[in-house]
């Protein structure tokens, strides 16, 4: 597992071992980051479901301003610092061991783009979308990664669905907040 491209390109990245992680594949990754590439100069990111912190760490090393990791898993908050040093992004991350949805639904905190990466086969895609989706600034995306045998997530209110993609097992849905006046 590595950082494809970017400031941090080609650093090795770790994961956690022994929990419901499966690192998100270059393939993939790549996938999901070239569909947002001209979205994430400057953008404030959120990774829920943090993991190994790859996805935000990858988001921050093609431009973002800023990520928020989040993970209630001490290995996986571990590992994401433990990266973060690695590619010497430290200092435009924040990391926070805490329940994902209770993070999205009490946080007063706004984001451009979202990443959710939960385990697979708990509806986890499902159940955090409309609360993600709330926590939104306008224009802004939230990129799902989610088993391809499973139906797609639905759109929540507000939000269009820009696009899926299948990669393999994996398939991956970019969603996008409408801006108030198209809202209208």
């Not at 010497?88 to 805490?98: C, D, H, K, P, T």
Request: aromatic share 8%; hydrophobic share 40%.
């Amino acid at each position: 597992m590595r950082v494809i491209t970017g400031i941090a390109r080609g650093r090795r990245l770790v994961a956690p071992e022994g929990l419901d992680v499966r690192p998100t594949t270059d393939k993939v990754k790549e996938g999901i980051f070239s569909a947002v590439q001209f979205e994430l100069d400057g953008a404030e990111v959120l990774d829920l479901f943090a993991g190994s912190g790859q996805l935000g760490i990858e988001a921050l090393s093609r431009g973002a301003k800023h990520a928020v990791f989040i993970d209630s898993s001490q290995r996986a908050i571990s590992c994401v610092r433990e990266n973060l040093r690695t590619t010497g992004l430290e200092r435009q991350a924040e990391v926070i061991s805490r329940d994902s949805y209770d993070f999205i639904k009490l946080t007063s905190k706004t984001f451009d783009i979202i990443i959710l990466d939960p385990p697979y086969r708990h509806s986890h895609v499902d159940n955090v979308l409309p609360f993600a989706a709330k926590k939104l600034n306008e224009g802004g995306l939230i990129i799902c990664e989610y088993e391809a045998e499973a139906d797609a997530p639905a759109a929540p209110e507000g939000m269009t669905l820009r696009k899926t993609y299948k990669y393999g097992k994996i398939s991956a849905a970019v969603f996008v907040k409408a801006a108030a006046e198209e809202a209208e």
